[in-house]
């Protein structure tokens, strides 16, 4: 009797030790397990990314993008007890799409899927009250933009990615530089164990946060005056090819990306192509001093009309001008006068300097998606009409990011440089494609187009540019509709022949309208826009006035 009562309290103390035994593996050792998992579900298997900044003319930072503490909303479909209930309970909650949460939840053995990234405290009061399996709330990391819509093209957004539900960068700088910004992602080791990752690295742009937010205003006003469909802005400092700002309409906040359309996130300064127009005259007149067929003095007698392979090019005023000048030609913009221009140069010259101003390339600019130039009609069709109509910047076509940073070469002498947007980098494709000589003498071209014209012109500061009004091609009949582009190109302070000996351009800047209403001249729609930045700029760097120069208004 004695034995068997031990026998079972040794029984009892053997099975007591056991289940004290079992909760240690569940509550301790297993403990890896589970926290591997809920790392795993709540999406901290990546590391911090890396912040993105502006700076100023001070080269003081200022965050665009950065990290921060949100609530978000995930569902366990394995942990379901009846997967179409439990969904429709879950859109009836939280007031989602029935249909698209049925195509998300749909799965047995899921183990997450994200339902709201960024939960308001409203929803997240909802779940933790209703509290069924398989639906939870947690904190968890995620992107902020404080600026909103500021500069978004450039900077672009994060996205949770399909794989692993690791955070991803989509357009401008977050795809650009995702490897980077995103760092080493945290990892499960073979006990189970989370390992962490390694920070990812911080992104200084060069974008100027006072400036880009001032073309921005100055755009958006501008698209609305004109009820244009869109339009961009480019400031680059004209010397170094860095870039001061980039501002697209309609543009997006990266905090709500999924409430604008895809077309939005698209940055068309460097990704959209397009037929400049006017504009590009100082280019072929750069292009014909450079090689000697023209000086600004060059006159030609202009009969209003160019006719070749069966086709007619008359002025845009319709007017005959006469005997003019190659200066008259740029302050007037008479198409027949580039055109004469090209002649002279002649059609292979003409082509070879074009590839050489980078019209085929890429800028290499660090944003992603750039689109390369088209001289194409050169290339299969080389008729004198093709040739005639490039001169003045139709039938070629560039992204606004190479016609800018063909400019700015006349700007600063003649050199080309490559565009980048971030801090403490340099232009690495670096080229003379004109002499410095021939670059003071387009420009003197351009500051009399502009004094003459007096729209741009700003008092005791010699102002250089060219409008460019170009008709939008019909992709579908061929020729062209009664659409326009409007574009204007100029830098300050503009250094000719007679300039300082210290002259420097300080910055170009570029305005591009898409299709305005009932198509107005470049004159009347972005040529005051322009000003109003030009004038901004030279306060904001303190550029002080030009000593002997009037003009002006």
Request: hydrophobic content about 40%; proline content about 5%.
């Amino acid at each position: 009797m004695k034995f068997r009562f031990q026998f079972i309290i040794g029984c009892t103390a053997l099975v007591f030790l056991f289940v004290i035994y079992s909760l240690y593996l569940l509550q301790i050792d297993s403990n890896g397990q589970f926290t591997a998992r809920a790392q795993r579900i709540a999406g901290l298997r990546a590391a911090e990314r890396g912040g993105i900044n502006f700076t100023d003319k001070n080269n003081s930072v200022i965050p665009a993008a950065f990290n921060k503490e949100y609530w978000s909303i995930f569902a366990v479909p394995a942990e379901f007890d009846d997967i179409p209930e439990t969904i429709g309970r879950i859109s009836e909650l939280l007031q989602l799409d029935p249909d698209a949460l049925a195509l998300q939840l749909n799965k047995p053995s899921d183990q997450y899927e994200l339902l709201i990234a960024k939960a308001s405290d409203e929803q997240v009061d909802l779940v933790q009250n209703v509290q069924f399996k398989g639906l939870y709330a947690t904190t968890r990391r995620a992107r902020y933009y404080p600026f909103d819509s500021l500069a978004s093209q450039v900077i672009g957004f994060v996205s949770q990615g399909d794989e692993q539900d690791l955070p991803t960068g989509q357009y401008g700088i977050e795809q650009e530089y995702d490897e980077v910004l995103a760092g080493v992602a945290g990892s499960i080791d073979k006990r189970e164990q989370f390992v962490p990752g390694i920070p990812g690295k911080l992104i200084n742009l060069t974008i100027d946060r006072d400036i880009q937010s001032r073309a921005e205003e100055v755009l958006a006003a501008l698209v609305k005056e004109h009820n244009a469909i869109g339009g961009d802005v480019i400031v680059q400092e004209s010397a170094t090819g860095k870039i001061l700002a980039i501002a697209n309409v309609p543009g997006f906040d990266p905090n709500e990306y999924g409430k604008s359309p895809l077309k939005n996130f698209v940055n068309e300064a460097v990704q959209g192509l397009y037929e400049p127009g006017s504009v590009f005259k100082v280019v072929t007149m750069a292009i014909g001093i450079d090689t000697g067929a023209i000086t600004p003095e060059t006159t030609f007698y202009d009969t209003g009309s160019f006719t070749a392979d069966g086709k007619t090019i008359k002025n845009w005023d319709l007017k005959a001008h006469g005997t003019i000048t190659m200066t008259n030609v740029i302050e007037q913009s008479v198409n027949t006068g580039t055109v004469f221009a090209e002649k002279k140069i002649g059609h292979k010259t003409f082509y070879d300097y074009l590839v050489k101003f980078g019209i085929k390339e890429l800028t290499g600019i660090d944003l992603p998606g750039e689109t390369a130039g088209r001289l194409t009609p050169l290339e299969l069709y080389p008729r004198d009409i093709n040739f005639a109509t490039a001169s003045y910047g139709q039938g070629v076509s560039m992204t606004p990011i190479r016609l800018i940073t063909a400019i700015s070469a006349i700007a600063n002498g003649g050199v080309l440089h490559q565009p980048y947007v971030i801090q403490g980098g340099q232009s690495s494709q670096t080229r003379r494609v004109i002499s410095e000589s021939s670059a003071r003498q387009v420009t003197d071209m351009m500051v009399s187009a502009v004094d003459k014209a007096s729209v741009a012109a700003i008092s005791h500061y010699r102002i250089a540019g060219k409008t460019g009004t170009a008709f939008v091609p019909d992709f579908t009949n061929g020729g062209y509709t009664h659409k326009v582009i409007n574009t204007y190109v100029g830098f300050a302070p503009a250094c000719g022949k007679l300039s300082q000996p210290n002259c420097n351009a300080r910055f170009t800047v570029l305005i591009k309208l898409n299709e305005p209403e009932n198509a107005p001249l470049a004159g009347t729609t972005v040529v005051p826009a322009f000003k109003e930045i030009a004038q901004f700029l030279l306060n904001y760097y303190n550029v002080p006035p030009e000593i002997g120069v009037e003009g002006g208004n």
